[in-house]
């Protein structure tokens, strides 16, 4: 009976079991778990290579059965291109195009189910490019190519050339990882040019590429010529080049046809020349070689076998009979020094013969006041220099120079000069009140400069004059006079003195009647006060003048135009011709005959009629004007609510004026109207006394002012009609006007 109880209990529970479990196995194909619960993740693309991308993913669920890989290129729909084992986890997709960017995506898959994707980003099949491809010419016939090598994957590099403007041709393949190759067998001159790529068994990179090269043979440089003796010269050059056999060297006396003296080694760089003709210019040229080629050449400037001169020869005395020499040493290779003097500087005789690189020689046992001309050459065995020639040197002492005194007291004046000799033994010091007779007052020391004399009288004028001596001789004398005074401003030897007012350089001074600060003055005459004057000649009380144009005695009058030397002239109808602009045969005047200065016998109106002007109004009566106010506001208006029997008239003493009289409160000014009809261009004059008077025309203001004493105003105005308008504005107050008239 157990047994029979125990099954259906086990049946039951397992049935129970399967209804109500949750179905979350990615095998089943009722599986309620979403596709992205177990799909792949953390998808990688890594390029590889030009051909190659290799993928990595991620699966946490190893429930399934394997993966299925998409691929798309950018732009396009994906397809699938593997699929691998649940245990796979990696993927290389090989035989890419170049240069193409790709997407993947990856999926997991069972029999009955497949998950969501894992996207990867883009990636793209990359070749990189050689760079920094760089040429050097390292012989004339070979250059050497460097580049960086930038890929890690290429089978080797193609190297193309070009010369000149022709097409690339290859030369050359290397392997993998190269990053250099020397071109060779190349030719002096042309350029070169050059590219680099790398390539592999699918694809080829981008090029690198030069600047045009050439083979270059680096000429020497800087090559000078030196003499060394009168014989020999020193050569030397730059070496600038890396790869020579060696150099050849030429030697032309012409400049123009050159021979070559000798083939030096590589890498040399100096010569001795030797054997030299004296007096012959030399140029030389030096170039490199190799077996196959010849440099450029450096020419040297050309040099002059001779002997350098010195320069520079100076004489300076150093004592009264002997004159210190000096020069400049310009040789390197002279024997000595041949010194000669002169007293004419025409004929000279040898003094001296000096040893080699000596500058300086000491001629003793001159005689005093002679002039002394020296000249000094080089010399060796064989040659002798050009002459330097000095400066004519007189064998004299130097005076002393800038003697001043300056009095310090009333009885003692300081005295100071410059020193300018070097071997003076002392100085002499004289004195002179006359100019004439001079007393040495003192002998002083070597290299002395100043002296004080005392027990001088004031107001005596003291010349004093000092010179240098030697036990044999003297200088000449610096001489000064000083003015041993003081004047009335108390400056010493000053030129101040009293005017006759006993002012100190005061500009009072006494007329001709001794009056100080009078006023009379001599005449042309030389009388005191006369009246006689110098004309125009310079003659005292002559009669010449100047006429108009400024000249004395001149015949220029002015004509009746007031022109000086003119040619107008008075006629019959007055002052015509010239430069009046009227014509001499025409009577200019105003021809209208009803102007007031009508002239009967003008011919040509001259625009001068003047006219009695036109009374337009008396304001004895207004009612023909148009009367405005405004109320409160700055427009003009006739609807204010008051009574505007403002306006008066009343005689005043003048006929006819009338008042504008404003009383304030409701309105704020008052304004009188009325056209005109003008006649031609002209003004308006009229009277006014009283505050705030403006003037429109055709309601535009044109015209304001306040007076109050009785005052006539003027405007202009145009021919045509125009609306004139008086206004009194400003609040409570009156203007009065009269007589209001039109003057053309």
Not at 214 to 231: G, V, Y
Not at 445 to 458: I, K, M, Q, R, S
Request: hydrophobic share 30%.
């Amino acid at each position: 009976m157990k047994r029979v109880y125990i099954i259906p209990i086990l049946m039951v529970l397992l049935l129970t079991t399967c209804e109500d479990r949750e179905r979350a196995n990615p095998l089943d194909p009722d599986t309620e778990l979403d596709p992205s619960e177990w799909a792949p993740s953390n998808l990688q693309v890594q390029v590889i290579d030009d051909s190659q991308i290799k993928l990595t993913w991620t699966q946490e669920d190893d429930r399934i059965s394997g993966f299925r890989i998409s691929r798309k290129i950018l732009g396009r729909s994906f397809a699938q291109i593997a699929q691998v084992g649940k245990a796979v986890t990696e993927y290389t997709d090989t035989g890419l195009n170049f240069g193409t960017s790709y997407v993947y995506r990856v999926s997991a898959f069972t029999d009955n189910n497949e998950s969501e994707y894992a996207t990867s980003s883009s990636a793209t099949t990359v070749f990189p490019s050689p760079s920094v491809l760089t040429t050097t010419p390292v012989s004339d016939s070979e250059i050497r190519l460097s580049w960086s090598d930038n890929c890690s994957f290429e089978s080797g590099y193609r190297i193309e050339r070009k010369t000149g403007g022709g097409g690339y041709a290859q030369i050359a393949e290397v392997g993998q990882n190269a990053r250099n190759y020397t071109d060779t067998g190349l030719t002096v001159g042309p350029n070169y040019t050059y590219r680099v790529k790398a390539f592999t068994a699918v694809n080829v990179s981008e090029y690198a590429t030069t600047t045009a090269t050439n083979t270059s043979f680096p000429s020497p440089s800087n090559i000078s010529a030196t003499a060394i003796d009168d014989q020999s010269i020193q050569l030397t050059w730059s070496h600038n080049c890396s790869f020579e056999d060696g150099y050849k060297l030429e030697r032309s006396e012409d400049g123009v046809s050159f021979t070559q003296i000798a083939e030096l080694g590589e890498n040399s760089t100096t010569y001795t020349d030797t054997g030299l003709n004296y007096g012959t210019g030399y140029t030389y040229r030096v170039k490199a070689f190799t077996d196959a080629n010849e440099s450029n050449y450096a020419t040297s400037n050309t040099t002059t076998m001779s002997i350098p001169t010195p320069t520079s020869l100076t004489g300076t005395p150093i004592d009264d009979q002997s004159i210190q020499l000096t020069w400049i040493d310009n040789c390197v290779f002279e024997d000595g020094y041949r010194l000669e003097r002169s007293e004419d500087g025409v004929s000279f005789t040898q003094v001296a013969d000096l040893g080699e690189n000596i500058t300086e020689y000491t001629d003793t046992g001159l005689n005093y006041g002679t002039d002394y001309t020296y000249r000094v050459k080089a010399f060796t065995d064989n040659n002798e220099s050009g002459y330097a020639t000095s400066n004519t040197t007189t064998m004299t002492i130097p005076s002393p120079t800038n003697l001043t005194g300056i009095p310090i007291d009333y009885q003692s004046m300081q005295l100071a000069w410059n020193d300018n000799c070097s071997f003076e033994l002392g100085y002499r010091l004289e004195r002179s009140e006359d100019l004439v007779t001079f007393i040495q007052i003192e002998e002083l020391d070597a290299d002395v400069t100043e002296f004080t004399d005392n027990g001088l009288a004031l107001g005596t004028n003291y010349t004093y004059r000092v010179k240098a001596f030697t036990a044999l001789n003297e200088s000449g004398h610096i001489e000064t006079t000083v003015a041993f005074w003081q004047d009335c401003d108390g400056e010493w030897g000053g030129t101040a003195v009293e005017d006759c007012t006993g002012e100190c350089n005061g500009a009072a001074v006494e007329d001709c009647t001794g009056e100080c600060n009078g006023t009379a003055v001599e005449d042309c005459t030389g009388e005191c006060n006369g009246t006689a004057v110098e004309d125009c000649a310079g003659e005292c009380n002559g009669a010449a003048v100047e006429d108009c144009a400024g000249e004395c005695n001149g015949a220029a009058v002015e004509d009746c135009n007031g022109y000086c030397d003119g040619t107008a002239f008075e006629n019959g109808c007055g002052c015509v011709g010239g430069n009046t602009g009227l014509e001499e045969y025409f009577c200019y005047g105003c021809t209208d005959p009803a102007a007031i200065n009508y002239d009967v016998d003008a011919t040509f109106d001259d625009g001068s009629c003047e006219y009695d002007p036109d009374l337009l109004e008396e304001f004895s009566n207004i009612s023909d004007w148009t009367i405005d106010l405004q109320c409160g506001s700055s427009d003009w208006t006739n609807n204010c609510s008051v009574n505007y029997s403002d306006w008066e008239y009343n005689n005043n003493g003048y006929i006819g004026s009338c008042v504008i009289a404003n009383t304030g409160g409701y309105f704020y000014g008052t304004r009188i109207s009325r056209a005109f009809n003008f006649p031609s261009d002209g003004k308006i004059t009229f009277w006014y006394k009283g505050s705030s008077l403006s003037v429109y025309i055709n309601y535009e203001s044109v015209w304001s002012e306040t007076d109050n004493t009785w005052t006539q105003g003027e405007i202009n105005v145009s021919a045509g009609t125009s609306t004139i308008s008086f206004a009194r504005e400003g609040g409570a107050g009156e203007t009065w006007l009269d007589e209001l008239e039109f003057v053309r």
